[in-house]
Structures are given as C-alpha cells and as structure tokens.
C-alpha cells in the first residue's frame, strides 16, 4: 500500500481554515482546533477527511474511518437494552462473542455495561474499536472531554496500532484565564487549524499598517 494514507490540500469547512498536510503510514498527526467548539464544523471536518462527503482538495487513498464515541441509541428502551458489547457487534460489524473478547482484551468496561451509563473514556475507547473492526487504514479519532489518564489511556490505544492503522488526532482548544492549551500526544506531528474570521481580522491589520 502507499505510504501515504491522506492527503489534504489545504481546505475550508464552515469557519474553520485548514493548512496542507499528510498522513502516512506509521504516523500520528494532531490537527489542533481553535476554540470556540463547533460540533457541526467537526462533523463536516470528519466527513471531508474520511471521504465520507467528497472534496476537491482531500485526497484519501485508503480506508479513513471517523471513529465517533459510542453513543446509546435514542429512545429510553434502546438505550436501557443496548450494552457496550452490543454497541460493538453492531458498529464494528463483528459477531457479538468477537465483539466480547475485544472488550475483553482491553479492558475498558464490562461487556454487558450499559452504553449509556459509561464514561467518555469507553466510549471513546468503543468508538476506536469499531473503527478498527470495519477494517479501518486510518483514523479519525479525538480526546476531547476525556480525563488526563483516560486520555492518554486512548493515545496509548492508538499509538500501538499505528505501524497498521496511522490516525488523525482532533485536538480542541482548553481556555482558561487567559490561557489556552491543546492535548497533544508526544511525537505526534502537528498541524493548526485557524478560524476563518481570525485569519480576516490578522489581514485587515496588517493592510491598516
């Protein structure tokens, strides 16, 4: 297979403004995104970088899965029934005692835990597990709203698989008094992601010099 898995030319998804970059094989790429969150701008960011929704300037050349949380099916009765295990067999498209020794392996919850009493940990872990399941070359995956140990509990996940499986981390701005950081794992390579408006206003000021 070729050595590169992903390759963006530069791209604009609603307010958020993307620079070139590349996912290879073996890699690890953060893709930091500015604050304010916009969870449609994600989902969008998902579909063009997976291919789910086709741009002129994404490039995908091998199977790129946006691996979403699990979430527990909507209605109060799905939800009380579906089980992490369940959750698995069905997104992951595996039988259902496959489903259960992989949660097994990695020890994430028990495999009849309620998907909707679960943490964002295993619910992110869940996630990365189906995407792998379906037959994933690449990921899409984030940490955000996870714990420190739950996050790098995931980035480890992730990292083991990386010779097989190289993945896209989405990275969301943490402000706080003034100041602003991003969760991102060591060794990855990092890209930054600007915020359409902001761009504009950096020009206007430098036009008024």
């Not at 990092?190 to 761009?199: D, M, Y």
Request: include cysteine; aromatic fraction near 2%.
């Amino acid at each position: 297979m070729d050595d590169i898995r992903l390759i963006c030319d530069g791209l604009i998804i609603g307010s958020l403004v993307l620079p070139p970059f590349e996912l290879r094989a073996g890699q690890l790429v953060t893709l930091q995104l500015p604050a304010p969150h916009d969870a449609a701008d994600e989902q969008s960011l998902r579909s063009a970088l997976s291919g789910t929704v086709v741009h002129a300037e994404v490039h995908v050349r091998c199977r790129v899965i946006s691996a979403d949380a699990a979430v527990p099916p909507r209605g109060p009765f799905a939800a009380l029934r579906t089980s992490a295990v369940d959750w698995l067999a069905r997104h992951g498209r595996i039988s259902r005692p496959d489903a259960e020794r992989v949660i097994r392996q990695t020890r994430i919850c028990e495999p009849t835990d309620r998907v909707s009493n679960l943490a964002m940990t295993p619910r992110t872990t869940l996630g990365v597990l189906a995407a792998w399941a379906t037959g994933a070359e690449a990921i899409i995956y984030s940490t955000s709203g996870l714990d420190p140990l739950g996050a790098r509990a995931v980035q480890q996940l992730v990292r083991d698989r990386l010779q097989t499986c190289p993945a896209l981390h989405l990275a969301h701005e943490r402000v706080s008094c003034d100041q602003s950081d991003f969760d991102c794992p060591s060794g990855a390579l990092v890209v930054r992601a600007e915020r359409a408006e902001h761009l504009a206003g950096t020009a206007g000021a430098r036009k008024g010099e």
